[in-house]
DNA sequence: CGCAACCTTGCCGCACACGTGAGAGTTGAG
DNA sequence: CTCAACTCTCACGTGTGCGGCAAGGTTGCG
C-alpha cells in the first residue's frame, strides 16, 4: 500500500503451468489432465487463456499427488475424497442460510457421516499394510535371533 | 507306492485354474495375465496342459491380491517384492550350503537389509495415510463438537 | 465312447493415466 | 518490435491390467 513497486498482495501470487508443477513434483501434462477429469480448475486463466495456478490450486495438487504415489488412490478415487469435501463445503453454505436447530443438527450430521466413510476407508488400507508390516518385523525379529545365535561379530 | 488307489497325499491337492481363482477372489484371465507377467507358475501341469495350483500358489495369489486392492501396488511393485522375498529364499540356501559362520552372518545380514527395506517402504505409506487419518479426525472431532453446541437432541 | 464343461494359446479391444508431437497463439525481456 | 520460450487445444501413441472371443484340445461322468 505505501509503494509503487508492483508487489502482488501475497494472495495474489499465480504460477503458470509449468512452474506451478515443477512445485509440486508433476509435469503440466498430468495437471492439465487432472483438469481435463474434474479435479480441479486453475484459479484463473491470462489475458492469452494461460492457466494460472494460486497456492490453494499448488495444495489441492500436492493432496493429488500424495493420494496418487503414497495411497495408490485411483483418480476415481481421489475424485471421490474431493467431491466428499465439496460436499461438505455445500453443507457449510447451507449451514449459514439458516438458523433452524434442527436443520443446522441434521447439515452437521450428515458432515459427521462423510468424515466418518473416509476415516474408514483410509483405515482399512492403513490395516492391511500394518498386517503387513507386522508379518515383515516378526520375520526380521526371527533372523536378528538367529544372528546372535551365530555369537560375536558386529559386522551388521 | 503301497496302494494302487491314486490318493491325493493331502499336498498334493491341486486345484485347476477357476477354482482357484474362485478360491482367492480373482479371475482365471487374471491369474493367467500375472504367469505371463512372471508373478507366478502354477506348481504343475495336468497330461492335457491344464494349469495346477497347490496351497502355496493360493498363498501367493491372496498375497498379490492384497497387496493389489488393499495397498493400491502396481503389478511391477509387487513383482519386486516378490523377487526380494525369492532372494531371500536364495539365501536360504545358501546359508545352508555353507557352515562358515562369516558367510552365514553375511548372508543373514543381506536379508536383514532386505526387510528392512520392505518394512520402510510399507511404513511410509502408512504413514501418509495415518496423516490424513488425523487430519480428518481433527476435522470431524469439530463437527462433533459443533453438534455439541447445538444444544440436546440425540438424532445422530 | 459321447458329450458337456472346462481348459489351452492367440489375439484384439478397452479404460486409465498420461506422453508426445502439430500447429497456432501469448508473454516478456532486450 | 523481435524473438525465444512458454502455452494453448486437438489428437494420436503408449504401457498397464485385464475382458472377451475364436478355434481347438482335455477331462470325466454316464
Known amino acids: 500500500m505505501t509503494d509503487t513497486t508492483e508487489r502482488p498482495p501475497e494472495s495474489a501470487r499465480l504460477l503458470r503451468i509449468h512452474e506451478a508443477a515443477l512445485d509440486v513434483g508433476l509435469t503440466p501434462r498430468s495437471v492439465r489432465y487432472y483438469e481435463e477429469v474434474g479435479l480441479l480448475k486453475p484459479a484463473a486463466r491470462s489475458e492469452g487463456d494461460y492457466r494460472l495456478y494460486d497456492e490453494?490450486?499448488?495444495?489441492?495438487?500436492?493432496f493429488i499427488k500424495g493420494l496418487r504415489d503414497d495411497?495408490?488412490?485411483?483418480?476415481a478415487e481421489i475424485a471421490q475424497l474431493l467431491e466428499?469435501?465439496?460436499a461438505?463445503?455445500?453443507g457449510h453454505?447451507?449451514?449459514?442460510?439458516t438458523t433452524d436447530p434442527d436443520e443446522r443438527r441434521r447439515i452437521l450430521c450428515?458432515?459427521?457421516?462423510?468424515?466418518?466413510?473416509?476415516?474408514e476407508?483410509?483405515?482399512?488400507?492403513?490395516g492391511r499394510l500394518q498386517t503387513m508390516v507386522d508379518e515383515t518385523e516378526a520375520r526380521r525379529a526371527r533372523t536378528v535371533a538367529r544372528i546372535a545365535e551365530l555369537g560375536a561379530g558386529?559386522?551388521?
Chains 1, 2 share one sequence.
Do not use: N, P, V
Open 154 to 156: 558386529e559386522t551388521c
Open 71 to 75: 495411497a495408490g488412490f485411483s483418480l
Open 121 to 126: 476407508t483410509l483405515k482399512r488400507k492403513i
Open 93 to 97: 453454505a447451507a449451514f449459514h442460510a
Open 84 to 86: 466428499d469435501e465439496a
Open 110 to 119: 450428515e458432515r459427521l457421516a462423510s468424515f466418518d466413510g473416509q476415516i
Open 88 to 90: 461438505r463445503e455445500r
Open 56 to 62: 490453494t490450486d499448488l495444495e489441492r495438487l500436492r
